[in-house]
């Protein structure tokens, strides 16, 4: 019951429906049920904001919405063996970023060796064109 003697309807949250704590005291009353909940719905906006059309260009599908999503998301270790050993254009893009890394003097002494030894191994077995 509110100070009046009218009853306070308990709000849901608009992310994940669970309830939403009140809030004590004077000022705005609380959105959504958690921090988590709060982060995912702005999280959503901005990739609605970002994925928005331009002027005369027609609204985004929910497809587009969980491509972008499935996308920029971050793989597991497991997730990324398994995209990069089923794509040569993929394997290609690590190899050239950790080019540098192998051939750095500070990183020889590191298990960058047998990266480098593994992948001279794995460029002998490649056949010439």
Same mark, same amino acid.
């Given at each position: 019951?509110?100070?009046?003697?009218?009853?306070?309807?308990?709000?849901?949250?608009?992310?994940?429906?669970?309830?939403?704590?009140?809030?004590?005291?004077?000022?705005?009353?609380?959105?959504?049920?958690?921090?988590?909940?709060?982060?995912?719905?702005?999280?959503? &906006?901005?990739?609605? @904001? !970002?994925?928005?059309?331009?002027?005369? =260009?027609?609204? $985004? %599908?929910? *497809?587009?919405?969980?491509?972008?999503?499935?996308?920029? &998301?971050?793989?597991? @270790? !497991?997730?990324?063996?398994?995209?990069? =050993?089923?794509? $040569? %254009?993929? *394997?290609?893009?690590?190899?050239?970023?950790?080019?540098?890394?192998?051939?750095?003097?500070?990183?020889?002494?590191?298990?960058?060796?047998?990266?480098?030894?593994?992948?001279?191994?794995?460029?002998?077995?490649?056949?010439?064109?």
């Amino acid at each position: 019951m509110s100070d009046d003697g009218s009853p306070v309807a308990q709000r849901s949250c608009p992310v994940c429906g669970d309830p939403v704590p009140s809030q004590p005291g004077a000022g705005r009353p609380n959105r959504y049920c958690s921090s988590k909940c709060k982060s995912r719905a702005a999280r959503q &906006r901005r990739i609605e @904001r !970002e994925l928005r059309p331009k002027r005369g =260009a027609r609204e $985004p %599908d929910s *497809l587009a919405i969980d491509e972008h999503l499935r996308l920029t &998301r971050q793989l597991s @270790r !497991e997730e990324a063996i398994d995209l990069v =050993a089923g794509d $040569p %254009d993929a *394997l290609n893009a690590v190899l050239a970023r950790v080019k540098p890394m192998i051939a750095s003097p500070t990183h020889r002494a590191t298990r960058w060796r047998d990266v480098a030894a593994t992948v001279s191994t794995l460029a002998a077995m490649i056949p010439e064109d």
